[in-house]
């Protein structure tokens, strides 16, 4: 069995790309003419269509109102400066879980802290199934101990220090942008390019990440994997798939 479940929260990602050629005559900022709009479906499900593009015996736990939770980036066409990001929440309901009809052999643990897994609902998961790969916006604590890998950015690290003791540690894939990332003591340097938008970056690692694991077992290489994929899709503008 080779199928891979992925649990999370999800969103509505929408990047309207504009021409701003002058200043508003009544206040100091910039006219935006919309020339195009491109979409995709975010977080979770952004690590989900990734992991299928490569296996697709992949499916997917997430809330059923995600696509009205919204992020919308308003974005120079010709430079990719962000003007602004308008974000719609709408309330998630808690996952409620109560195991899984299928076996899965990996789970992937997609949490961006909007509402949908709780700390004590991702430990029970983390407890039942041995080969997790944890990505989450929360505090870590004992609650993720049972992870098989979790990654996470420098800003949830720092966050996480306290709470972070050798077990925890061991299992860390810190992800630092153009330095690479760290694990095990160990750094897994990027090539340097010219980031044009790291939206969706951290979904691109943890997809690329997975994907190269559940072929090789072999998490060394499956980081170096990650980051060469990662490190391609901010070369380019929006959320875009890995190849």
Request: glycine residues 4%; proline residues 4%; contains cysteine.
């Amino acid at each position: 069995m080779n199928k891979i479940l992925v649990i999370g929260d999800s969103c509505f990602d929408e990047f309207v790309y504009c021409n701003a050629e002058r200043l508003a005559p009544d206040l100091p900022i910039p006219i935006l003419n919309v020339v195009e709009t491109k979409s995709n479906p975010g977080m979770a499900l952004n690590v989900l269509r990734n992991i299928k593009n490569y296996i697709p015996e992949t499916d997917i736990v997430t809330n059923k109102n995600w696509e009205r939770n919204k992020k919308t980036r308003y974005i120079d066409l010709n430079t990719n400066h962000a003007f602004i990001r308008i974000d719609t929440h709408e309330k998630i309901q808690p996952y409620q879980y109560q195991g899984f009809d299928e076996d899965f052999e990996t789970i992937v643990i997609s949490d961006y802290n909007k509402g949908f897994l709780n700390e004590d609902t991702i430990a029970q998961i983390l407890s039942e199934h041995k080969n997790t790969f944890l990505d989450t916006k929360k505090v870590l604590g004992n609650w993720a101990r049972d992870a098989k890998y979790i990654k996470i950015n420098d800003y949830e690290f720092q966050r996480s220090l306290p709470n972070i003791d050798s077990e925890i540690a061991s299992k860390i894939i810190h992800t630092r942008g153009k330095h690479g990332c760290d694990f095990q003591g160990q750094n897994y340097p990027v090539t340097p390019v010219e980031v044009k938008d790291a939206s969706g970056a951290g979904d691109s690692f943890l997809a690329a990440l997975v994907v190269s694991f559940q072929n090789t077992r072999d998490i060394y290489k499956s980081i170096e994997f990650a980051n060469t994929k990662a490190t391609k899709v901010v070369t380019q503008k929006g959320v875009t798939l890995i190849e």
